[in-house]
């Protein structure tokens, strides 16, 4: 049973505009929710989090918002740019504890 | 420099063969994990611990087994039991919320 979906295996962008990459989890349960970027081969690196008592946090050109009504979550690039290139997943955890549920992934591509 | 490590990055084993991933950090933490990474599968949670000497199954655990002798590391046996083995493995370390991942090791079993 996958508690935590990415319904899109795959984004392709343009250099410039947004990269919107989407989630949704079941378990409600979940107060914790997390983005990672990954490159073929390396270990996941964090990019973003929010808390369920909040329903958007920015960092830079990241923004992550949180729908927990419909249990969905979705993570906004702008501007994109092609070092954006990456598998994103999106993680989730419950009760302050560490273990995290991922999601299956979305390639994204931001192309010139 | 603190961090965690992984060893080696790539690994090659013959199907039948008990194989051995290391997980090393000096970070302090007490909580470390193991996931594997199949293409359009995400991550998923095989072992976990949460301090020495103990640890629990994840969602995938059948065909692996680990041991938490020291809380710096958390090595994974890929058994021959383990009828898929041959994925991406990514060791994780946490504490208070913060979650480091290694570098991983792609581990081929032919």
């Known amino acids: 049973d996958q508690q935590v979906k990415q319904n899109s295996p795959s984004l392709s962008v343009q250099e410039g505009r947004i990269s919107i990459l989407n989630c949704d989890y079941t378990?409600?349960?979940?107060?914790?929710f997390l983005w990672y970027k990954k490159y073929p081969a390396e270990g996941p690196t964090f990019l973003i989090s929010?808390?369920?008592?909040?329903d958007k946090n920015e960092d830079g050109r990241f923004t992550v918002f949180l729908n927990k009504s419909a249990k969905h979550l979705s993570l906004h690039i702008v501007p994109s740019q092609p070092g954006d290139s990456a598998v994103y997943f999106c993680?989730?955890?419950?009760?302050?504890?560490?273990?995290?549920?991922f999601g299956t992934g979305t390639q994204l591509k931001v192309e010139l | 420099d603190g961090g965690i490590t992984q060893s080696p990055k790539y690994l090659f084993r013959k199907e039948g063969q008990n194989v051995t991933l290391s997980c090393e950090q000096n970070?302090?933490?007490?909580?470390m994990y193991w996931y594997r990474q199949d293409p359009g599968q995400g991550l998923r949670l095989i072992y976990y611990?949460?301090?020495?000497?103990?640890?629990q199954k994840g969602d995938i655990a059948e065909g692996y087994s680990v041991s938490r002798e020291k809380k710096e590391s958390f090595p994974l046996t890929v058994t021959s039991a383990q009828k898929n083995p041959t994925a991406f493995y990514l060791c994780?370390?946490?504490?208070?919320?913060?979650?480091?991942f290694g570098p991983g090791t792609r581990l081929t079993v032919t």
């Open positions: 611990s949460q301090i020495v000497n103990d640890f």
């Open positions: 970070l302090n933490h007490d909580a």
């Open positions: 993680a989730a955890k419950a009760g302050g504890g560490n273990k995290l549920t």
């Open positions: 378990n409600s349960m979940f107060d914790y």
């Open positions: 929010i808390s369920s008592i909040k």
């Open positions: 994780d370390s946490s504490i208070f919320g913060e979650q480091y």
